[in-house]
C-alpha cells in the first residue's frame, strides 16, 4: 500500500474514532446529568463530532504522515 | 548548479487572504519534493522557497498550490516564431525552451507561427528564452501580448476582484431582500411589504443560492484544506455559514425539531455573513495592490524600446534584447535602456526613480548612465555594460521583491499565532458551546434576550439552539485575517518607500533591525569625508604664501601619494605653475627632497627637519595648532632654513554635519571608525559633535570593534563603502553600503544606498522606524480587535446584558478590521522621511585632517 494511502487511512481512524469517542461522551452525558430532550442531545453530539473532527484532522494527519514517512527503527541490543 | 546546492526562488501565489493561508500554502509547498523551506507573503502575493533546483518541479510546486485552493500565476511569454518547418522544429523548441531552469511549460504551434511560454521570473528571463529560440536558428519576436510578473500579479488581482463582484452582484440583491423579508414583521414594514416576502420556504429559496453561489468557496477551499490537515479562515466561515444555514433550514421545515421554532430562522445570518465576508474580500483586494504601488512603479520604468548601432545602422530592438558592448542611442525625452557608460554627448539626465536625486544630473563622456532613468535635454551615445538581469533597475526589483517575500520577526510571531488560532478557535467555540450547553443555559439564560443587530428576541430557542448560536458566533468573530495582513502590508509600503529614495532594504528582518538601532558606526574616509584630502593653510614665515605652496608642489610633483597629489592640486588651482624638479629623492616615511632653481629644496615631518638639524622656530607652534585642528602639517625648508608650513585635510561631504546632528536628535549614538591619530580623529569628531571615537583602528580590526560595542548590549549599524569594509558590515547588525550605484546587488550588508549620501542614512533609519510604527499600529489593532471581541462573542457579557452578538454583526466586524488594516497601510503612500522633506540648510564643505596615512613625500604625520 503506498505510503500516503496507509496514512490517509490511519489519520483517519484516528480523527474519526476520537471525535465519534467525543460526540458519544457528549450524548451519554446528555442522558445520565440532564433533562434533555433528543433534539438537543442528538443536535449537540453532531457539533461536538464536528468541531472535533476539525480540531483533530489538521493536528493528526501531519503527525501520522511523518510518522509513516519516518518509521523509528528498532533499537538492537 | 550543481545538485544539491541550495537556491532561493520566488513564485508568485495569488488568492491568499490572511495568516492562517500563509501558514496553508507554506505547509503544501514545504511537502514538494525539493522544497526545504517556504515562505510565503501575503501582502506581495508570493512565496520564497529555499530549494535544490536540480529536484524540484515548477508543475508540482504548481500543483501543490492549486490544491489547496490558491493560483500561480506565472509569467506569460506569447511569442512570434519564423522558420519553422513541421513538427520536428516544434519539438525541437519545445525541448530546448523546456529545459531552460524556471521554464513551466511551453507549447509551439508551428501552424500559426507561435509559441507560448510560462516560466517563473526568478529563474529565468523573456530574453533568455528568446535568445535560446534565436540560437536553435529562428527568428523570434514578441507577439505583444506577452505577460510580464507585473501584468500576471495585475491578471490575477483583477480576475480576484471580478470574482469577488460576481459573489457580490449575486449575493447584494438576494441578502438585500433575505434581510426585507426578516425584519417584514417589525415597525410599519408589514403595512406595505407583501406577505410572501417574510414567507420562511420564500426566504429559503432566496439563501440556498447564495450558500451555494458565493459562499460555496468557502466550502470547498476548507474542504481541500482539511483533507490535507490544513486550516484556514476559510473553515471558520464555512462553519459560521454552514451552522446559520443548516438551523434556519431545520426550523423552516422542521420548526418543533427545538432550534428556536419558525420565528427563529437565521436564513439573513447565513446570506449577510457571506455579505460581508465577500464584501471584505473584495475590498481588501482592490486595496491590497495598491500597498505594492512602489514595485509597480520601478516595473514599469523598465525600457521597453531600445535604439541601438548595428553594422552602422540604427536599429530599434526590444530593450531586454541588448547586449553587453551594443553601443545604444539616446535622444531627449527618451528613457535610457539599460546601464552603460557614455560614449559621446552631453546632457543631464533624471535619476529620481532610482538614485531619489530630485535634480537632474548632468552626464558627460565617461560618466555612468542608470537603465529606467530619463534623458532631459541632450542626445548622447552610451555603450551598453549591464543589460538584461543585471542592471540596476533589474537588481533593484529583484532586492525589493526578495525583502518584500521575507518576513520580520514580529511577523513570523504573528503568523505562528494566526496560524494555530484556528484550532484555537474551534477549541474554543467548543468550550463555548459545552459551557452554554451544560452550565451558561441555566444559570443565565432568560428568554426575551436580543441578538444585537438583529430582529430576534430568543424566546423560542432551546438550550442547543442558544449555546450553538455562542459556538458560531466565536466562530465568525475569530477571522485572523487582519492579524495577516498587520506586518506584511506595512513592510510592503516601508520597503516601497525606500526603493522610492533609493533605500533598498535587503528583507523586512533589515528593516526592523533598522528600526531599532541604537549606535551608528562611520568609517571616517569615504564616508564621513570625500576621502581626498586638500590644501587647507599655507604658512609663510617671509609672507609669501604662494611661493612656499608652489615650491612644496614642485617637490610632490612626482610623488604619487594623495597628500603630494593634494598640494600640486591645490597649486594648481590657485594659478600657480608647477615646474618639475632638476632632481628628486624620496625619502620613506619622513618626506622629499627634490632640486628646483639652483635651491635645496626639503618637504616633509618634523622628524625629517630634526634629522637635517633644521631649527622650526616659530613654524613649531603653528604645526601644532594646526595638528590640534586635525590637519596635517607639512614642513618646507629651503637651502637649509625652514620656510613654511602646508596643511592638508580630508573634506567633510556637504551632507556630513546635517546627517549626524539629525541622528543624534533621533538619539542615535554616532560613533566613528577611523585609522587616524586620536588627536586627529578626535578634532574631527568636536567639529561634528561625534559621540564617540573610535581611533587608530587598523581596517582589518573593523569588525572586531563592531563586535565590542555589541557586547556593551548596543544595537549597532555599520555605514561603510560596502566592499572595503564588508567584515565590519557584516558583523554589524545591520550594515549599511553606501554608494551603490549600478551594482546594488553585489554589496554586502542589509541596507544598500544607491547615492553616496549620508542623508539617505537618515531617512533609512527614518523609514525603517515610521514602518515599524505602522506595523505595531496594525497588530495593536488586529490582536485588539480579535482580544476584545471574542470574549463578547462568548457571552461574557449575556449574564449581564443579555444580549447575544449575532453571527452578521461578528462578519461585519471581522470585515472591518481587516479593512482597517489595509487602510492604514495604504495611508503610508505619499510619506517622505523628515529629513527629505526639504528644510535643513546645506552645511558648507568643511576641511578636516587627513587619514593617518604612511607620511607621502613630504608628509608630516
Redesign the interface.
Known amino acids: 500500500m503506498p505510503t500516503t494511502h496507509r496514512a490517509a487511512i490511519i489519520s483517519a481512524t484516528i480523527y474519526v474514532g476520537v471525535s465519534l469517542g467525543a460526540a458519544s461522551t457528549f450524548l451519554l452525558i446528555t442522558v445520565l446529568t440532564g433533562d434533555y430532550g433528543w433534539v438537543p442531545r442528538l443536535g449537540g453530539a453532531v457539533w461536538v463530532f464536528v468541531l472535533s473532527m476539525i480540531i483533530l484532522m489538521p493536528v493528526v494527519i501531519p503527525r501520522v504522515k511523518k510518522g509513516v514517512a519516518n518509521p523509528p527503527r528498532a533499537v538492537r541490543n | 548548479m550543481s545538485a544539491g546546492t541550495k537556491q532561493r526562488v520566488t513564485i508568485p501565489v495569488s488568492g491568499m487572504h490572511c495568516a492562517a493561508c500563509v501558514t496553508k500554502v507554506e ?1 503544501a509547498l514545504e511537502d514538494v519534493a525539493g522544497v526545504s523551506k517556504a515562505q510565503a507573503n501575503l501582502a506581495a502575493a508570493n512565496a520564497g522557497l529555499v530549494c535544490d533546483v536540480e529536484q524540484l518541479s515548477l508543475p508540482q510546486v504548481e500543483e501543490a498550490v492549486r490544491d489547496i485552493g490558491y493560483q500561480v500565476p506565472w509569467e506569460r511569454l506569447e511569442l512570434l516564431v519564423l522558420g519553422m518547418m513541421g513538427s520536428h522544429c516544434q519539438e525541437i523548441i519545445e525541448r530546448a525552451v523546456g529545459a531552460l531552469p524556471g521554464v513551466v511549460r511551453v507549447s509551439v504551434t508551428p501552424a500559426t507561427d507561435s509559441a507560448t511560454v510560462e516560466f517563473a521570473g526568478s529563474l529565468t528571463s523573456a530574453a533568455q528564452i528568446k535568445r535560446t529560440i534565436r540560437e536553435l536558428g529562428y527568428q523570434v519576436s514578441d507577439k505583444g501580448t506577452g505577460d510580464s510578473a507585473l501584468d500576471q500579479e495585475r491578471h490575477a488581482r483583477q480576475s480576484e476582484i471580478r470574482a469577488q463582484l460576481i459573489n457580490l452582484a449575486w449575493a447584494t440583491p438576494l441578502g438585500l431582500v433575505i434581510m426585507i423579508g426578516t425584519f417584514r414583521g417589525y415597525w410599519i414594514l408589514a403595512d406595505f411589504l407583501p406577505a410572501f416576502l417574510g414567507n420562511k420556504y420564500f426566504l429559503f429559496a432566496l439563501t440556498t443560492p447564495v450558500v451555494a453561489g458565493p459562499a460555496r468557496q468557502f466550502f470547498v477551499h476548507s474542504w481541500n484544506g ?1 483533507r ?4 484556514d479562515m476559510n ?1 471558520l466561515y464555512a ?1 459560521g455559514i454552514g ?1 446559520a444555514y443548516t438551523i434556519a433550514v431545520i426550523n423552516t421545515f422542521w420548526p418543533d ?3 428556536g421554532g419558525r420565528d427563529a430562522t437565521f436564513y439573513e445570518s447565513a446570506a449577510l455573513l457571506t455579505w460581508f465576508i465577500v464584501l471584505g474580500r473584495y475590498l481588501e483586494a482592490l486595496t491590497r495592490g495598491r500597498t505594492s504601488e512602489a514595485i509597480r512603479k520601478l516595473m514599469r520604468l523598465q525600457p521597453k524600446i531600445a535604439r541601438v548601432l548595428r553594422d552602422g545602422r540604427e536599429e530599434e530592438i526590444p530593450a531586454d534584447e541588448v547586449e553587453v558592448g551594443d553601443i545604444c542611442l539616446v535622444r531627449p525625452g527618451e528613457s535610457i535602456p539599460v546601464d552603460g557608460t557614455v560614449l559621446e554627448g552631453y546632457s543631464a539626465v533624471d535619476e529620481s526613480m532610482i538614485t531619489g536625486e530630485s535634480l537632474p544630473v548632468e552626464k558627460q563622456t565617461g560618466d555612468t548612465v542608470i537603465g529606467g532613468t530619463i534623458n532631459k535635454t541632450g542626445a548622447f551615445r552610451f555603450r551598453a555594460t549591464q543589460v538584461g538581469r543585471e542592471t540596476a533597475l533589474a537588481q533593484i526589483i529583484r532586492l525589493v521583491e526578495d525583502a518584500q517575500a521575507t518576513k520580520a520577526p514580529i511577523q513570523k510571531l504573528a503568523d505562528t499565532v494566526a496560524g494555530h488560532f ?2 484555537g478557535v ?2 474554543l ?2 468550550a463555548v ?2 459551557f452554554w ?2 452550565a451558561g443555559f441555566g444559570l443565565w439564560f432568560e428568554s426575551g434576550s436580543r441578538l444585537i443587530m438583529s430582529p430576534y428576541r430568543l424566546t423560542e430557542v ?3 439552539g442558544f ?2 448560536l455562542m ?1 458560531v458566533a466565536v466562530l465568525i468573530i475569530s477571522c485572523p485575517c487582519a492579524v495577516g495582513l498587520a506586518t506584511p502590508a506595512a513592510i510592503m509600503g516601508g520597503s516601497g518607500i525606500g526603493a522610492e529614495h533609493g533605500i533598498l532594504f535587503k528583507g523586512a528582518d533589515a528593516i526592523e533591525a533598522t528600526s531599532k538601532l541604537q549606535t551608528i558606526i562611520f568609517d571616517k574616509t569615504g564616508t564621513l569625508t570625500k576621502g581626498e584630502p586638500s590644501v587647507t593653510d599655507v604658512i609663510a614665515l617671509d609672507g609669501a604664501r604662494d611661493e612656499v605652496l608652489r615650491l612644496a608642489a614642485v617637490v610632490d610633483k612626482n610623488s604619487e601619494h594623495p597628500l603630494g597629489e593634494a598640494i600640486v592640486r591645490g597649486a594648481r588651482e590657485r594659478g600657480l605653475t608647477v615646474a618639475d624638479a632638476e632632481s628628486f629623492n624620496a625619502i620613506p616615511g619622513h618626506g622629499v627632497e627634490a632640486a628646483h632653481e639652483g635651491r635645496a629644496l626639503l618637504l616633509g615631518n618634523r622628524k625629517l627637519l630634526a634629522d637635517r638639524t633644521i631649527e622650526l622656530g616659530a613654524l613649531a607652534g603653528e604645526a601644532e595648532r594646526l595638528e590640534h585642528e586635525g590637519k596635517t602639517a607639512m614642513f618646507l625648508a629651503v637651502d637649509g632654513r625652514a620656510a613654511g608650513i602646508v596643511a592638508v585635510a580630508d573634506t567633510l561631504k556637504p551632507s556630513t554635519a546635517r546627517a549626524v546632528q539629525e541622528l543624534r536628535r533621533m538619539a542615535i549614538e554616532v560613533v566613528m571608525i577611523t585609522g587616524d591619530n586620536r588627536r586627529t580623529a578626535e578634532a574631527i569628531a568636536r567639529q561634528l559633535g561625534i559621540d564617540r571615537v573610535l581611533a587608530e583602528v587598523l581596517p582589518q580590526d573593523k569588525a572586531v570593534e563592531v563586535k565590542r560595542l555589541q557586547a556593551e548590549g548596543r544595537r549597532v549599524a555599520m555605514v561603510g563603502d560596502g566592499i572595503n569594509d564588508a567584515p565590519a558590515l557584516a558583523q554589524a547588525d545591520v550594515g549599511i553600503a553606501m554608494g551603490a550605484g549600478t551594482d546594488v546587488a553585489k554589496e554586502t550588508g542589509q541596507v544598500i544606498l544607491v547615492k553616496d549620501d549620508l542623508l539617505d542614512v537618515v531617512a533609512a533609519v527614518q523609514t525603517a522606524k515610521f514602518t515599524m510604527r505602522r506595523v505595531r499600529q496594525n497588530l495593536t489593532w488586529a490582536f485588539g480587535y480579535n482580544t476584545l471581541t471574542i470574549p463578547i462573542a462568548a457571552g461574557l457579557l449575556y449574564p449581564f446584558i443579555h444580549q447575544v452578538v449575532s453571527p452578521e454583526l461578528a462578519a461585519m466586524l471581522m470585515a472591518l478590521s481587516s479593512l482597517s488594516v489595509t487602510l492604514n497601510s495604504i495611508a503610508m503612500r505619499g510619506w517622505r522621511p523628515r529629513i527629505r522633506r526639504g528644510g535643513g540648510p546645506a552645511v558648507p564643505e568643511q576641511p578636516i585632517a587627513a587619514e593617518r596615512l604612511p607620511a607621502p613625500a613630504g608628509g608630516s604625520s
Open positions: 505547509k482539511l490535507r490537515g490544513l486550516t473553515l462553519t451552522a425539531a427545538g432550534f484556528i484550532l474551534h477549541a467555540a467548543l458551546f459545552l450547553f451544560f432551546g438550550v442547543f449555546a450553538l459556538s
